[in-house]
């Protein structure tokens, strides 16, 4: 299969390169220009998870890999589930969070990892990646140590929780982080316009870890049918599903996953406060606004990346706009969620919370809800066990970072200091 750039179609490229490149020119996404259904969903989703996902992926990634290949990348990548947990008589979590860094991002971040590890060619590699808190982690744990790829990653200072910051600034050896006096849009900004930079591309090598790499979407398509097949048979073609969005990858991720034939009804973007996509859905208008602080910070975009793939779905005919609502969700609102699910008996965090809200809004008599637990509670252990008034113990992989020093360096928002930074070290 290959992968067009969105902004220059005549630019398309295999998966090897559009995972190698990140971003075509003019800061172009890279995306298949049709998906094809999958014959015999059913037979699908009875298979054992590693069958299942080789049979989805295989189309997308095996014009460069073996099959022996691409069974090695699938058992690595998915070495962890995605669970659903049944959480009131007509709402359910997909948990997926079991994963080293706790959050849904380790699932796109071990599947990259793996497949450049047959990409690198030997030659090095620096993966540029901007985090809203929970993307270094994941790539910083996928890529640590891995031999030929150097990691920098920018994040907004003082706008993640101190234990997202713990779990990818005090790794050191091939992962370098950066702690920006801005916001997460300005980091990512800066990602793009190092893209832009063909010198400094070619003289590091330089490759983004950003939802904007088609492979992590790809994975996280998996989770979907995964989702599904763990309805009970007679729920499965009445779903409806929540996805808490910032950078809209999972969404889009989602989505599709209905363009191969996964049946879900409808999907629910929902976002706190940071209400872009929610805005457009209703106007028509795309009118980005100063982000704001939440206590979903993973979700503080106003700017989502990924947004260009699930209008070209919508335009070329594949997804219908129907089957998309959009809500936005204040501080407020996510709160009275978190502890709505705590008194069903159903600890989350933040993020998971506006997503539920979402769904709470717009689920009706006959449907079934999922709504996406994005991120472990722990991680958001100090504004959780605040508005739910609880202790919460910290799991493992957290607690062993918390000692550590944190070794990340201050910068501004300033191109020309990540320049000299990149190609001076
Ligand atoms: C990244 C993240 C999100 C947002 O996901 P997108 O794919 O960027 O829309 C939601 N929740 C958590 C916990 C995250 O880390």
């Known amino acids: 299969m290959k992968y067009q750039n969105l902004k220059v179609p005549s630019e398309k490229v295999s998966f090897k390169a559009a ?4 971003l075509g020119s003019q800061q172009g996404l890279f995306f ?4 094809e259904t999958i ?12 069958e299942r996902n080789k049979a989805i992926l295989a189309n997308f990634i095996s014009e460069d890999l073996s099959a022996t ?9 998915f070495s962890f589930p995605a669970e659903l947990k049944s959480v009131d008589d007509k709402s359910y979590c997909l948990e997926l969070f079991h994963g080293p860094t706790l959050a849904f991002k380790d699932f796109g971040a071990k599947f990259m990892a793996a497949c450049l590890k047959y ?3 030997d030659k090095k590699i620096t993966i540029l990646t901007a985090t809203s808190g929970d993307t270094g982690a994941a790539v910083a744990h996928a890529f640590f140590e891995v031999p030929n790829i150097e990691v920098v990653i920018l994040y907004p200072k003082g706008k993640i929780s101190t234990l997202q910051e713990k779990m990818f600034t005090t790794l050191g050896n091939n992962i370098r982080t950066i702690a920006v006096n801005g916001t997460f849009d300005d980091c990512q900004q800066l990602v793009k316009q190092s893209f832009d930079d063909q010198a400094l591309v070619q003289a590091i090598g330089l490759n983004s ?9 790809l994975a996280q398509v998996c989770y979907y049918f995964e989702a599904i097949a763990q309805l009970p048979v007679e729920r499965r073609e009445q779903a409806v599903v929540s ?6 990858g999972n969404l889009t991720a989602g989505i599709i996953a209905t363009t191969l034939g996964l049946p879900i009804k409808r999907f629910i973007a929902t976002t706190n406060i940071n209400d872009t996509v929610p805005r457009y859905l209703k106007t028509g208008e795309w009118l980005p606004k100063e982000t704001q602080a939440t206590l979903s910070n993973a979700m503080d975009v106003s700017s989502p990346n990924n947004w260009p793939r699930i209008a070209y779905m919508i335009e070329s005919g594949q997804f219908a706009k129907e089957q998309l609502e959009g809500y936005s969700i204040d501080e407020t609102r996510t709160q009275e969620s978190l502890k709505e699910l705590h008194s069903a008996g159903y600890l989350s965090e933040p993020h998971a919370a506006v997503a539920f809200a979402g769904l709470s809004q717009s689920l009706e008599e006959d449907e079934i809800g999922i709504f996406l637990g994005t991120a472990h509670p722990a991680k958001f252990k100090q504004s959780v066990e605040e508005i739910l008034d609880i202790n919460l113990p910290l799991p493992e992989a957290l607690a062993n970072c918390i000692d550590k020093e944190i070794l990340s360096i201050e910068m501004e928002v300033s191109f020309e200091a990540l320049r000299s930074f990149l190609v001076l070290e």
Request: proline share 6%; hydrophobic share 40%; glycine share 6%.
């Open 19 to 22: 995972v190698r490149q990140g």
């Open 32 to 35: 298949p220009r049709k998906f």
């Open 39 to 50: 014959d015999n969903i059913n037979g699908l989703l009875e298979l054992p998870t590693i």
């Open 69 to 77: 290949e691409i069974d090695n990348i699938i058992r690595q990548a």
């Open 119 to 121: 990409f690198s060619n």
């Open 209 to 217: 870890a950003n939802s904007i790499n088609i492979s992590r979407l």
């Open 243 to 248: 996805v808490p969005s910032g950078n809209f």
